[in-house]
């Protein structure tokens, strides 16, 4: 067994501490130990980009991150994301535009573009393709969110 | 399994983590993008200590000192993205960082870890060759002072997973001679994808550009043998010549000629030396003066 | 709306762009998946699998996992003698008794307080294995005297020997054949000597596997009683149902099935796999909710693929252009047990019949045992394979007349009204609208002419386009005893809706579809709709969510529920009005006069004034579909859907000649789908299979070596990523379907279907090189056009 570690870090804006083990990843300790099943697991090897949430204003996939590395951290998840402005703007809009169909990819996806769009609030449609990379979708064929991304962008 | 992690560390100095270092028994977290997966399928071991290195300070920053550009091994590769010195003296790692995974992986992977891991593939590896630059381990012997060494980046890597870094050493920095302002280069990696496919092949190029000649040649593949390598025989070949079709050809074949790849799921042998051919010589024609 | 207020003119929802119901949800991260649930006490589950592709399990030996703290349960085929085999030939049991057949086979299964010390167990099971010869070549599995791989009939019960009375797992075959398909149409001879141009060539088509963002799961619970309660993701819950009551021995009445919104699907959830009743065994034996969920490499070791082909296909055509014959062999790769990808051939003959007129045709297939991962289901099931071949050999008689291959289509295409030989009856077709639109949208007679041209200058990066057309059921197919759809609609009090459909959601969007036609019929905004799909205790039976069906099935059930009900409004409203039935409409939550549009009433009002009076009624109601298609008769012949969907899709693509990546640019698809009824929801559909075709075309490849999957992983196993998905201009051809609910047919598969075909016919076009088998990864290509690359042989002795 491995030792635990206790840690505190600020998750969706509310400060949290808790106990992990030490190999124990980011995602599971969302999803196992506080519960919060929004972000998801596609793959465990940061392939999918299913499980990406923000760590101090910046995407990561959570699978690769240590949990005991959230000690100190800020932590957005897509609970917290579309509880802010920008993240209702692109629900509503990935759900206008069609981007969601099974919405198993959509959490990660719509992490990963509000990270772009903070970052490039007038990205257009080949920097949301490149930024997108690492968020596969099996079901849309990626135009409809591409689309539904691209609209967010130019409502702002 | 291995026995596991008995201790969770997080040095908040150089001095610390080089410290903690010396008693062996250390795995280190650097972005985690790769240890992660390899602990969880089982590839890799943890050892009785997890040290993070995160908040160690000087392991970051970039910053030209004479004329050298240092990088602390915790810059991620986005931060390297985002550099104006890297983008501007450093073009060939910039480009190789702009074909590095995906977003969320440039987030957190480190130029540290993507040279430790020393993946024949890795995207990083090819232009530190190309770039002549020198490696930076530290480490603290009992009871005395950070002692350092540098390292050549072609000496490094001395097989798949493996280089000269000791255990008891720390990977604190790259540290990159300051290329002439009219230093070409250029990068190429093999894939369908921008940035996800990991490389079939890869080749960085870098010379200085007099007329229709090539002088301080660097050439260097990545995937073609268990570390990435320079091509001294290619090299050669263009140093100094004019910078013509038989000049090309003779370099592409010379190249060809020089790469000993492995077959495996991604390509055959064959394709890997076709491929080193094919786009050497197409880099080539791309650095003729026009 | 006040009563006194004039209703709107109607606006109809068909034809809309209409958000999916559950996407606020999912897009929140609040949709709980099935990954997303745990239940209270809970245990997990992993299975234990083999080491060897293919050996004799000479002891297995659990007692130290057993001991390990933590752990509930270990199990063996010892511990359920009563299991019984699964799949669609019943030649699999979930825990091997004594002999493992692919690497993938299961072998004991564990249920612990957490994964961790489950995986922990699984690594303290000790194996005793004896190898045996392991058969990975269907050729060589086809051979007489090849090494058997299910030699004799094994027992259920744990134990190699069968015991009177103990069930018989599988009777065991003679040979490696696992199935067998023969179809014909006139007379193939007869057809060769009409030809004035015969072609051959032999096609490779290759594993790829579905790839559902949410990997593979389910959670098992008994009650008390011994009811069985299960978490999953299936597309066929009623068939399932079944099949896990004759397997616990109980009552289907005592199988509850509940479907969580569900990760992707695509057909690989149609058969059940050994995790399902892994997980039932574990909860059954230790009283616990057991959740057994896949990892990622698991779900690619252990999924089902899509069915790996060896097609010969030769054809012939007259001088003037017209087919005479098609000829064409297929063995199946079956991989180590049998499931529905051994029955592709159902759709492939009807590519190979009926996509165009052929007199003369003549279909053969062998699905041979081997010791390599076995097939399932997949989106486009065979036709992808068979459109491959079909499609390639259009263009090469095409181009051996030096006619255009438009015009050689054009000239073969199928007209509405057409009955096939082989029983087919295309009510409607619009493949000829489908092709010129295609054509004329992406300039491909202009494009093909001047990319060829260019073939021989000195540009190293060249240009193709290519066309692929299909055809497919849109109809539902009649496979299983009845292709029908239960529909049970009630409308409260303050006309709220509640659709309870048998029809599942699968991410494709039946919920939404399937409310719009109800809106549609009774005059109501979609706010005032709730549907219930996901329960078998509750949703009344469905066969499923494949072939394409649930929008024509369950769209046409909901339809008619919905007109029964609105039938009853009518009834009573005319009999409060004085107006006559005929002269009533409903429209924005009233019933109104058709004429006028004058309301009568306002429709909750209705619907209390007859439920609080003295005859006490509530609007409820409801319908089964049964589509008027046939089953095909023993020579594969009869009109087994009530509508056929048809496509044709011209792609443009760049190749590089230096580096053989190929690069898809545009698909300019023509789609007949009847009618559009959510154009949102169609456009995703048919966007989303472009890129799943584009995959199966250029980047996936499940790379199967010695029985062994060696790319279990994303990072090998290539899915298109967002910068490669290829400019799309999608054109809908509606062509009204009689049958259809308002016109439409189901498109789910068809966008998948033709776009490899297509590609394929780009890459000759931009290179003079035709390449016959698939994927089109870069080293294939620039093999191909270094001559390095073998075409696949046929060497089959059968």
């Given at each position: 067994m491995h030792a635990r570690a206790e840690i505190e870090f600020t998750l969706n804006g509310v400060k949290t501490r808790t106990a992990v083990p030490a190999d124990m990843s980011a995602l599971a300790m969302l999803r196992e130990v506080l519960k919060l099943t929004g972000t998801k697991y596609g793959c465990g090897e940061g392939e999918c980009g299913a499980c990406t949430i923000l760590v101090d204003g910046t995407s990561v996939n959570s699978c690769l991150m240590f949990a005991v590395d959230c000690d100190g951290r800020e932590l957005v998840t897509i609970e917290g994301i579309v509880s802010q402005p920008r993240g209702e703007a692109l629900r509503r809009s990935f759900v206008e535009h069609g981007a969601v169909q099974c919405g198993f990819c959509t959490p990660g996806v719509m992490v990963q573009a509000s990270h772009l769009l903070d970052a490039n609030p007038a990205a257009d449609a080949q920097a949301i393709k490149r930024a997108l990379e690492g968020n596969l979708c099996r079901c849309t064929g990626y135009r409809k969110i591409v689309e539904a991304v691209e609209a967010a962008a130019q409502a702002e | 399994m291995g026995p596991g992690i008995e201790r969770y560390v997080a040095p908040r100095t150089l001095d610390e983590a080089a410290g903690l270092l010396r008693g062996g028994n250390v795995t280190l977290l650097a972005g985690g993008t790769d240890l992660m997966p390899q602990t969880q399928a089982g590839r890799a071991q943890f050892q009785p200590v997890l040290m993070n290195l995160r908040r160690v300070p000087e392991l970051t920053g970039i910053e030209q000192r004479g004329d050298a550009i240092r990088i602390g091994a915790l810059t991620t590769i986005t931060q390297l993205m985002q550099s104006a010195l890297v983008r501007e003296r450093l073009g060939v790692l910039w480009q190789a960082c702009d074909h590095f995974a995906s977003d969320q992986i440039r987030n957190a992977a480190t130029l540290g870890g993507n040279v430790c891991n020393a993946s024949p593939a890795g995207d990083t590896l090819v232009p530190l060759l190309v770039l002549d630059a020198r490696i930076l381990l530290a480490r603290k012997p009992n009871g005395a002072a950070l002692q350092w060494r540098a390292i050549p980046a072609a000496e490094f890597f001395t097989g798949p997973g493996k280089t000269k870094r000791a255990p008891f050493e720390l990977l604190a920095a790259i540290e990159i001679p300051l290329p002439a302002a009219a230093f070409y280069q250029d990068f190429y990696k093999l894939g369908t994808r921008p940035g996800l496919d990991i490389s079939g092949i890869s080749i960085g190029l870098g010379a200085v550009r007099e007329a229709n000649r090539l002088r301080g040649v660097r050439v260097a593949f990545g995937a073609v043998a268990p570390t990435p390598i320079r091509a001294p025989r290619t090299e050669s070949l263009l140093?100094?010549?004019?910078?013509?079709a038989a000049t090309i050809e003779a370099a592409a074949e010379a190249a060809a000629a020089e790469v000993h790849p492995i077959s495996d799921v991604r390509a055959s042998a064959w394709y890997r030396v076709e491929m080193i051919r094919n786009n050497l010589r197409r880099m080539l024609e791309d650095a003729r003066p026009r | 709306m006040g009563a006194a207020e004039k209703p709107r003119t109607p606006e109809s929802l068909i034809g809309k762009r209409i958000p999916k119901l559950d996407a606020p949800e999912k897009a929140s991260g609040r949709t709980r998946y099935l990954q997303d649930i745990d239940l209270p006490g809970e245990l997990h589950a992993k299975i234990l699998r083999s080491t060897q592709v293919h050996a004799k399990i000479r002891s297995i030996d659990t007692s130290v996992a057993k001991a390990?703290?933590?752990?509930h349960a270990v199990i063996t085929a010892a511990d359920v003698p009563w299991q019984r085999p699964i799949g669609v030939a019943k030649d699999h049991l979930p825990l091997k008794t004594d002999r493992v057949r692919s690497l993938r086979d299961e072998i004991a299964a564990v249920a612990a307080d957490s994964e961790e010390i489950a995986e922990a167990a699984l690594r303290l099971i000790r194996v005793e294995y004896e190898s045996l010869p392991p058969l990975t070549n269907a050729l060589e599995a086809m051979k007489p005297g090849a090494p058997l791989i299910h030699p004799e009939p094994h027992g259920a019960n744990g134990s190699p020997a069968l015991k009177p009375g103990a069930p018989v797992a599988f009777a065991g075959k003679p040979d490696n054949v696992a199935m067998t398909f023969d179809y014909h149409q006139g007379d193939v001879v007869q057809g060769e000597r009409e030809s004035d141009v015969i072609v051959e060539d032999v096609f490779r088509l290759h594993y790829v596997t579905h790839c559902c963002m949410g990997v593979s799961g389910v959670i098992a619970d008994f009650d008390p009683g011994g009811n069985l309660l299960l978490y999953s993701n299936t597309q066929v819950p009623f068939l399932h149902k079944r099949e896990f009551a004759d397997m616990l021995g109980?009552?289907?009445?005592r199988v509850r099935i509940i479907q969580p919104p569900i990760g992707g699907g695509f057909g690989s959830k149609l058969d059940i796999y050994p995790f399902e009743p892994i997980a039932i065994f574990l909860a059954k034996i230790t009283r616990r909710p057991v959740k057994l969920v896949f990892t990622r490499e698991e779900e690619f070791l252990a999924s089902p693929t899509r069915q790996p082909v060896l097609l010969k296909l030769r054809s012939g055509c007259r001088k003037d252009g017209t087919l005479t014959f098609r000829t064409v062999e297929t063995v199946h790769d079956n991989g180590a047990y049998t499931s529905w990808g051994a029955t592709t051939p159902f759709v492939m003959m009807q590519t190979i019949s009926s996509l165009y007129r052929v007199p003369h045709c003549r279909y053969h297939t062998v699905a041979v045992y081997t010791n390599n991962p076995y097939a399932g289901s997949f989106r486009g099931y065979g036709n992808l394979q068979a459109t491959f071949a079909v499609e390639a050999h259009m263009d090469k008689l095409a181009d051996a007349l030096g006619m255009d291959p438009l015009e050689f289509r054009l000239r073969n295409a199928q007209d509405p009204g057409e009955v096939t030989p082989q029983g087919m009856h295309f009510k409607t077709c619009g493949l000829k609208e489908c092709l010129s639109t295609a054509a004329a949208r992406s300039s491909y007679r202009e494009k093909r002419r001047e990319y060829a041209a260019q073939r021989a200058d000195c540009n190293p990066v060249k240009r193709g386009v290519g066309m692929a057309s299909m055809l497919h059921v849109g109809g539902g197919a009649k496979i299983y005893p009845s292709d029908g759809c239960g529909t049970i609609l009630k409308i409260d009090d303050f006309a709220h809706v509640t659709l309870i459909t048998g029809a599942s959601e699968i991410g494709q969007g039946s919920e939404t579809v399937l409310s719009q036609l109800v809106c549609e019929e009774l005059g109501l905004p979609l706010s005032s709709v709730t549907v219930v799909n996901n329960d078998t205790d509750i949703t009344p039976w469905d066969v499923g969510v494949h072939a394409s069906r649930t929008t024509f099935i369950a769209g046409n059930s909901a339809i008619g529920a919905a007109k029964k009900a609105k039938a009853k409004i009518f009834a009573a409203a005319a009999a409060k009005s004085g107006h006559s039935e005929d002269a009533l409409d409903l429209r924005g939550a009233h019933v109104v006069l058709k004429a006028s549009g004058e309301p009568v009433f306002e429709l909750g009002k209705l619907i209390r004034s007859l439920h609080f009076s003295d005859k006490a009624e509530l609007v409820m109601t409801t319908h089964y579909y049964e589509p008027p298609s046939k089953h095909q008769d023993r020579e594969f012949k009869g009109d087994v859907s009530a509508a056929y969907a048809w496509a044709t899709q011209v792609a443009e693509v760049e190749v590089?000649?230096?580096?053989g990546i190929v690069r898809l640019l545009k698909i300019t698809g023509a789609h007949d789908v009847g009618r559009v009824l959510n154009r949102l929801g169609i456009e995703g559909q048919i966007e989303g299979g472009v890129v799943m075709g584009q995959g199966y075309a250029l980047t996936e490849n499940l790379i199967v070596e010695d029985g062994a999957i060696r790319n279990p992983a994303f990072r090998d196993y290539k899915l298109v990523t967002a910068p490669e998905m290829p400019d799309m201009d999608i054109s809908f051809i509606e062509t009204m379907d009689g049958e259809g609910p308002q016109g439409a047919k189901g498109v789910g598969e068809a966008p998948a279907i033709c776009v490899a075909a297509a590609v394929a016919n780009a890459i000759e076009n931009a290179t003079g090189v035709r390449i016959t088998s698939l994927p089109f990864t870069p080293e294939r290509v620039y093999r191909a056009l270094h001559g390095e690359l073998a075409a696949p042989v046929w060497e089959a002795s059968a």
């Open positions: - | 140093e100094g010549k004019p910078l013509d | 390990l703290p933590g752990v109980i009552d289907p009445g590089d000649t230096r580096t």
